[in-house]
């Protein structure tokens, strides 16, 4: 998790002020002060809230994958 934050840390950049850090400046910042179990805590609760939201993203993706991949199938002939 602590990889990807990072991945995403240019593009939250110009979100970021003085009063509302973006949770990738605080993990960095969390990290370059070694308070690693607070690190640790707010990762956990990052993937608590997102991972959930995740699985239902993809739960509502399944019909639509089967039916892409039902139109690129073949038609199969019935006996002859």
Do not use: H
């Not at 934050?5 to 950049?13: M, R």
């Not at 607070?38 to 739960?59: E, G, H, Y």
């Amino acid at each position: 998790m602590f990889v990807r934050v990072l991945g995403d840390l240019p593009v939250a950049v110009p979100l970021a002020t003085g009063r509302t850090p973006v949770i990738g400046f605080v993990l960095l910042d969390g990290w370059d002060q070694g308070i690693f179990n607070r690190v640790a805590a707010l990762a956990l609760v990052m993937t608590a809230i997102t991972a959930p939201i995740v699985m239902i993203m993809v739960w509502l993706g399944k019909p639509r994958l089967r039916r892409a991949n039902a139109a690129r199938r073949p038609a199969r002939r019935s006996g002859a």
